[in-house]
């Protein structure tokens, strides 16, 4: 079973609308955490934001924003107001603590903003 | 400035010949890692290192080697590169503790 699913190969937002990236995890793992990723065509990954299990608050990091629903396993990223440098990949990954440190990645989605 | 430094942003290589991928990260992290990205595949795990000397298998480490002789360093072997491993290929480093990945700028890999 995939460990990461990211359902929206791609997906178009309005520049200064917000827009929700989905992402699903799975593990059995009572202690894990979840991350953000961007990537833009330049090709380097930028660490966006992280979320711990135990976390009560959802976490937040400037105009992004992660919704956390522990009990349906979803960890969607949400961008407040877009902006044209927004468009890029995006990755989300998982972190077990069981796994020896190993960091599960999905399979991306390709944000575009249009102006 | 922390970094993970890729030894080449771009390589051309020919069938049969060997190619080395080296990554250096100045953070002094246990944890390094190789992945492989192409598209539409996300990143996949091609081998990981938690101490100098070992090394764990990912999910995708036929066709691949990796040393780490120094904590530092985690170097990516190809013994005898084929057209199926044209890709990019992406290294990182974390701490041992909770924490994000730290990736390298990438080499992307073309084999003729």
């Known amino acids: 079973a995939q460990k990461i699913t990211q359902t929206q190969p791609g997906m178009f937002v309005q520049e200064k609308e917000a827009v929700t990236l989905d992402c699903t995890y799975d593990t059995s793992d009572p202690s894990y955490g979840l991350f953000w990723y961007k990537q833009p065509s330049s090709g380097e990954m930028i660490f966006l934001i992280y979320q711990g299990s135990y976390d009560q608050q959802n976490a937040t990091e400037g105009r992004y924003s992660l919704n956390f629903q522990k009990a349906r396993k979803s960890a969607n990223l949400v961008i407040s107001a877009s902006q044209l440098g927004d468009s890029a990949m995006y990755f989300c990954a998982m972190r077990e603590r069981d796994t020896g440190n190993q960091f599960y990645f999905g399979t991306g989605t390709s944000l575009t903003v249009i102006p | 400035d922390v970094k993970v430094t890729q030894s080449s942003r771009y390589l051309v290589k020919r069938t049969g010949e060997k190619v080395f991928l080296e990554c250096v990260q100045d953070?002094?992290?246990?944890?390094m890692f190789w992945y492989r990205q192409d598209p539409g595949l996300g990143l996949r795990l091609i081998y990981f290192?938690?101490?100098?000397?070992?090394?764990e298998k990912g999910d995708i480490p036929e066709g691949y080697s990796v040393s780490r002789e120094k904590k530092e360093r985690f170097s990516l072997i190809l013994e005898s590169a084929s057209t199926n491993q044209t890709s990019m290929y992406l290294c990182?480093?974390?701490?041992?503790?909770?924490?994000?990945?730290?990736f390298g700028e990438g080499s992307r890999l073309t084999v003729l």
């Open positions: 990182a480093s974390s701490p041992l503790g909770p924490g994000e990945l730290f």
């Open positions: 290192s938690y101490d100098v000397k070992m090394k």
């Open positions: 953070m002094d992290h246990e944890n």
